[in-house]
């Protein structure tokens, strides 16, 4: 079993920084694909980012390189770091883990809350 714990969320304003972190129990991260996803109140879960093993990265189209993706594997750590945030923004954010011998997330974090006032 794997766990993934997310911290960082939090209440900001437009324009705003945030730095998310999922830390993974276990020396995973450097063997698995690892994806922050979002979810708003009403609508469809939506992939924010993605660092694969082979360190491609990926991002939602939403991004426009305001968020960047990184990871630690000597601390089995993988963050999002978040710039120019704006309410739309404004979600649960989710960490998942993909290993290799699947093609699915299946584990996940708790989630944490970033809210962006305007």
């Known amino acids: 079993q794997v766990l993934l714990v997310e911290s960082g969320g939090g209440l900001v304003q437009a324009g705003d920084s945030l730095r998310l972190s999922c830390v993974a129990s276990?020396?995973?991260?450097?063997?698995?694909?690892i994806a922050w996803y979002r979810q708003a109140p009403g609508k469809e879960r939506e992939l924010v980012a993605v660092v694969y093993t082979i360190d491609r990265i990926n991002y939602g189209d939403f991004v426009k390189g305001r968020f960047t993706i990184s990871r630690d594997n000597a601390k089995n750590t993988v963050s999002l770091q978040m710039n120019s945030l704006k309410p739309e923004d404004t979600a649960v954010y989710y960490c998942a883990a993909r290993p290799a011998w699947t093609t699915l997330y299946i584990y996940w974090g708790q989630g944490t809350q970033v809210t962006v006032s305007s």
């Open positions: 276990g020396s995973i991260i450097s063997s698995t694909d």
